[in-house]
């Protein structure tokens, strides 16, 4: 028993030990090397226990049989903690190889990331413009990220669904597909209202900040708008603008883009919404709308879209250009 827990140690712990401490190593070989073992343990011990019991009663023939298979296994159990030995010490020297010679190839990053620009910002700061003015300056993808949000909204409140139900919420955030999304018809008022009831909800959150992340990585770049990019969707990107607006003038934006589509609104409706909108936006636990620490402010109360851009192609280009400089550097 002694010798069987001793050889098991060898050949289940020695692969475990090279794994645990970074070094790949298929472990289903050793896997395979151990029940192999177990197996030849066992057979021993069987064909032991069968001869000393039942020889007298069984033909010669079975008992010659019986002995030369458990003098084989009894040769080769001690073949396989041997094989796992050589195993362990050729992975080892192998990685040891690797990690001497490849250093300096591991230290540099091989990957060159793409170019992501995330830009947040409370509803008609101005931010779903710029971005999409950026996006097509520097033709990268664009993802206003509030139409996620909307998207299951829409779904739950297409299907007579309660807004605050979270499993049915997730289910629908799993479904959306970020390229059908319908500006036109998830622009509509109440699905905005929908959208941020549905936003509150840590497991719609990570599905679709999870959809987002993939769609940040497309090249040659890409620029995502919404209230938690710069925080939580793309916290390395090398750009980070946040868009803000007095709640007055963004309240008389709305109101007169309604206007211009023919529509009826109240401008202190609107600007009750937006304040309302805003307060459970800042106010939620889960990824509340602020600015990220590295963020560039961009006050758009006073400022055309033309001027807004202005500003942010001189930050644009400046990270760029670090960018091209580290890159070359590699
Ligand atoms: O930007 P938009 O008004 O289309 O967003 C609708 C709602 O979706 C927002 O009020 C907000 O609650 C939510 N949202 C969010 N995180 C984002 C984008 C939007 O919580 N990144």
Same mark, same amino acid.
């Given at each position: 028993?002694?010798?069987?827990? =001793?050889?098991?140690?060898?050949? +289940? ?11 790949? +190593? ?12 177990? @197996? ?45 030995? +050589? ?6 020297? @192998? ?56 998207? +299951?909204?829409? #779904? ?11 499993? =049915? ?14 500006? /036109? ?29 993939? @769609? ?26 946040? %868009? ?5 003038? &963004? ?6 883009? %309604?206007? #211009? ?17 805003? /307060?459970?936006?800042?106010? &939620? ?9 590295? #963020? ?24 760029? /250009? ?9």
């Amino acid at each position: 028993m002694m010798f069987f827990l =001793l050889m098991s140690l060898v050949i +289940v712990a020695i692969p475990y030990a090279i794994e645990r401490y970074g070094l790949r +190593v298929r472990f289903g070989l050793f896997a395979l090397l151990f029940w192999l073992f177990a @197996f030849q343990f066992v057979l021993i011990f069987t064909i032991d226990a069968l001869l000393q019991n039942f020889a007298d009663s069984m033909p010669g023939w079975l008992e010659s049989m019986l002995t030369t298979i458990g003098g084989f296994a009894f040769v080769t159990i001690g073949i396989t903690p041997i094989i796992t030995l +050589v195993l362990a010490a050729a992975y080892l020297l @192998f990685a040891l190889g690797q990690w001497l010679f490849d250093k300096d190839e591991k230290d540099r990053p091989t990957r060159q990331t793409p170019f992501t620009i995330a830009i947040d910002g409370p509803a008609a700061s101005g931010k779903g413009t710029l971005a999409r003015r950026i996006a097509d300056a520097y033709g990268y993808h664009h993802l206003d990220t509030g139409l996620t949000y909307r998207a +299951v909204a829409k #779904a739950l409140m297409d299907q007579n669904m309660p807004l605050d139900d979270e499993f =049915l919420a997730e289910k629908a955030a799993r479904n959306v597909d970020l390229s059908k999304l319908d500006r /036109a018809v998830l622009s509509a008022h109440d699905i905005g209202e929908g959208a941020s009831k549905v936003a509150v909800m840590p497991a719609v959150r990570r599905a679709l900040v999870a959809a987002q992340q993939g @769609f940040a990585t497309r090249p040659p770049g890409a620029v995502l708008d919404g209230r938690d990019i710069g925080t939580v969707v793309c916290p390395d990107a090398p750009v980070k603008l946040y %868009i803000t607006a007095s709640p007055e003038a &963004r309240a008389k934006r709305r109101f007169d883009e %309604i206007q #211009a589509n023919g529509g009826g609104a109240k401008y202190e409706e609107i600007l009750e919404d937006l304040m309302r909108r805003d /307060a459970r936006d800042m106010g &939620r636990t889960d990824s509340p709308l602020k600015p990220a620490s590295d #963020a560039h402010l961009l006050d758009t109360t006073e400022m055309d879209i033309e001027t807004a851009f202005l500003n942010a192609k001189t930050l644009i280009d400046q990270a760029l /250009a670090r960018n091209t400089r580290s890159n070359s550097k590699q």
